[in-house]
Every structure is written in C-alpha cells, then in structure tokens.
Nanobody
Framework: QGYLVESGGGLVQPGGSLRLSCAAS????????MGWYRQAPGKQRELVAT???????DYADSVKGRFTIDWDKAKNTVTLQMNSLKPEDTAVYYC????????????WGQGTQVTVSS
C-alpha cells in the first residue's frame, strides 16, 4: 500500500517562507497528478496547488505569485515553496497523489501544520 509523508511545516512570521515536502513510498503507480491542499479550522479543505504528469500546474488565486509547486518524478517527491506568507495561510497542509488504476483514486498524507503569526 502506498503512502505519503509530509514535512517542513512549522511556525513562521508574516512575510516569511517555508518549504513543504512530500515523499511518496510503497506501491504507488500510475500517478496522473500530485498536489497540496489545506484546511483551516472551520473551513473546507481547499486546493492550494497541483501539477499533472504532463507538467501543467494549477494554483489557488490566493497563492498565485507566492507559492510554487514542483513534482520531482525522479525522486517521487513534490514540494511546495511558500513565500510571502500571510496569517490567512495558516492551516493544515495535506499532500495528495492522484492515481488512475482503471478508476481515479486519491492518496492523502497525514498533514503538516503551517502557522503564520507574529
């Protein structure tokens, strides 16, 4: 069974930067996309950034120009570089891997906390 492990979260001041990493392990095949989602207290989980196997990227409007996703297929990792962080970026960030195994399925990491505060 495949699984994802996130790292890199923590506490940072507004305007600071963090880099989140997600490593894919185990029996993970036929990935068609990887990405990052986040969920703040009282909010629904929302898309932050995704990258398809073809290289296309998609970002939430709120993070465009500040966040960069990079799926390194050779290392089976995906990173999220977060710059100019704002308090509203505070959330639990989840790594996602989407597979096509005859049917579309998602694998989720356990989440890593990002807190932006003075």
């Amino acid at each position: 069974q495949g699984y994802l492990v996130e790292s890199g979260g923590g506490l940072v001041q507004p305007g600071g930067s963090l880099r989140l990493s997600c490593a894919a392990s185990g029996n993970i095949f036929r990935l068609i996309g990887m990405g990052w989602y986040r969920q703040a207290p009282g909010k629904q989980r929302e898309l932050v950034a995704t990258q398809t196997s073809g290289g296309s990227t998609d970002y939430a409007d709120s993070v465009k120009g500040r966040f960069t996703i990079d799926w390194d297929k050779a290392k089976n990792t995906v990173t999220l570089q977060m710059n100019s962080l704002k308090p509203e970026d505070t959330a639990v960030y989840y790594c996602n891997a989407r597979q096509s195994l005859g049917i579309i399925g998602d694998i989720w990491g356990q989440g890593t906390q990002v807190t932006v505060s003075s």
